[in-house]
């Protein structure tokens, strides 16, 4: 004879009409401090496994599923970590195509940032997507859309306007954004990024000139590691770690530590939802294909704020910020007296969703999103466009183009190969 099945719901229920006693046991003592049943854990999948991946495959009560690598080596080696219960995919549309994930975390090289998150969203998923957000502007924009039309949480992992010491600052950025705010510095504020303010561009980063063809191993789908950049000789100095040396898909030290630099300065300037006017640069001519290094980029607002890169640290007593009453160094030093009994006085900011999970759960923005993370992207891209074409441009923040200036407003929007389209 067929059993009756009874589900959790119909069962209390029933006895609470047969005046049954219940005893609800707590969770934890069920599972011990901390415990999460699997079946209130987020779940996720990871694509890119052969770096910054395989740093996240605990966070937040999540639970990994699957991950993802178009190099076997990577793989194999990150199934290896994860252990039983996580599938390897070598073509991230079958992760992606996964009804039972939550979470895509996007941990490519930046030239599939922009397309991978528009197809996580396409598909439902939240979406945690390393830094920078995009490899252009015209991605970004796509990216937003994306997020925004299929109502989906995102994170870009770059954390240093809600948390941690930045760099060599020696403070986080909450003092700095409830001093700025209160106008004790005054306006409009330059902000200096440089070696003397704490800062390395990573120059490293810079990519070869005269590479050689070359086979490529068997472990790498060399093509699909390519999917929308251009069709070129293999060589490993484009590959892994290497990557960012190259336009195609970074923007060199800026395009990799850009976005922790320069989102912070957005922040505290509170320009989240604009961007700057103008981009001046001082650089040597580029390469075609490889990055190089640069000596100084200006960034202007239309209310005369500034932020400079000032790559050569050709400014020995810059101030981290300088304004008309007052100035910041590096180490958190100021010529304002008594600035830390002043900082505590001082209103803090609007609270912030700081925990990607709560996010996700509340389906509320988190600090860094789709929105603000794309105009802090988009002055580290204005940078790398103004470098490839050697000249300085004008920006208009509200439709996102550059004026005047067809050169600039083509790598916006760049030619994607082969089926790889927004």
Known sequence: MKKDTVNRRDFIRRSAAAGLALTIVPRHVLGGRGYTPPSDQLTKGIIGVGGMGLGHFAYENTRLLAVCDVDSNHLNHALGIAGKGVTGYHDFRELIARPDIDIVHIATPPHWHGIMSRMAADAGKDIWCEKPMTR?????KKVVEAVRANGRVFRLNTWFRFRSQFYGLGTTVRPLKKIVSSGLLGWPLKVTIS??????????????????????PAELDYDLWLGPAPRKPYNPERVHSKFRGYWDYDGGGLGDMGQHYIDPVQYFLGKDDTSPVSVEIDAPQQHYDAVGSWRRITYTYEDGCQIILDGENRDKEAAYIE?????????FVSD?????????????????????????????PFALNEMNGHRSCTIVNMGVVALRLGRNLRF????QVFIDDDGANALIDQPMRGEWHF
Request: net charge negative.
């Open 136 to 140: 252009t502007i015209g991605e970004g």
């Open 323 to 331: 304004g008309p009453y007052g100035k910041i160094f590096k180490g």
């Open 336 to 364: 304002i007296p008594n600035l830390a009994d002043i900082v505590d006085s001082l209103p803090d900011p609007e609270p912030e969703i700081t925990l990607f999970t709560e996010s996700v759960r509340t389906r509320r």
């Open 396 to 399: 208009d923040p509200v439709k």
């Open 195 to 216: 070696g003397v303010t704490g800062y390395d561009w990573k120059f490293y980063w810079s990519g070869e000139t005269n590479l050689k063809p070359m086979t490529p």
